[in-house]
């Protein structure tokens, strides 16, 4: 299980992978102004694997997320506590304040903190286009290696489509891949790189299973786990002669 804590949130004025900026333009005749965030490429493989006939996913924490979750808690009314028999006075729970340059061990009580589940997410095998060195082939094959353990030759990957992510804030493109693996080209747990802080588990999602999953609202995933399986379905069911389920 997940544990998260000592949590302390800080304006971020230096980073490798994001850099606030703000364009000013001229529109129709109108002077305009809008906040972007520049930030890498990506690419990102739908992993299918034929021994099993299931699709491989990767499960992690995404702190983002996580402190969305928060903010979307901290934001709801306050629960009225309930007067007690000896006639104690109601009180409301109050809503924390901004976390901001505050560990939770200084501003906020552990228990006002959404449990590490909040920022869990499943997701395609995927990763950043930053070595100018390699195709997108190739960087997707070595994601695929280092986060699930599947050595597949960067030539047997097929391409999908890209396709343009938070076109109001960061309008980056990610480049689909699609990858059949077998058993056999298992060599590895998977995992990620420990080195750069990644704490990857490897999911498998049976095929007949695969629209359910998708479709479940409870189940917290990325939009391209949505699309790969509803493409998965539109172009290669036929292939396997198994119901997506759907």
Known sequence: MEE?????????????YLKPLRVHYNQNGTKKSWDFMRTHDSVSVLIFNTSSHCFVLVKQFRPAVYMCEWERIKTQPPKSAEKTEEGASESAAAAPESPEGQSASEGES??????????????LCAGLVDKPDLSLEEIARQEVLEECGYDVPASKLKRITSYRSGVGVTGAKQTM?????????????GG??????????????????????????????????????IWFHNNMSPKYKISTNV
């Open 4 to 16: 998260i804590n000592n949590i302390e949130v800080t304006p971020c004025t230096e980073s490798d």
């Open 110 to 123: 552990s228990s006002q903190w959404p449990p590490a589940s909040a920022g869990i997410t499943y997701e």
């Open 177 to 189: 891949f699609y990858a059949e693996v077998s058993d056999d080209n298992c060599v590895s747990a």
């Open 192 to 229: 990620g790189e420990p080195k750069e802080g990644e704490l990857i588990e490897v999911v498998k999602v049976p095929l007949h299973e695969a629209m359910t999953f998708a479709y479940d609202e409870r189940i917290p995933k990325t939009m391209g786990v949505i699309f790969s399986f």
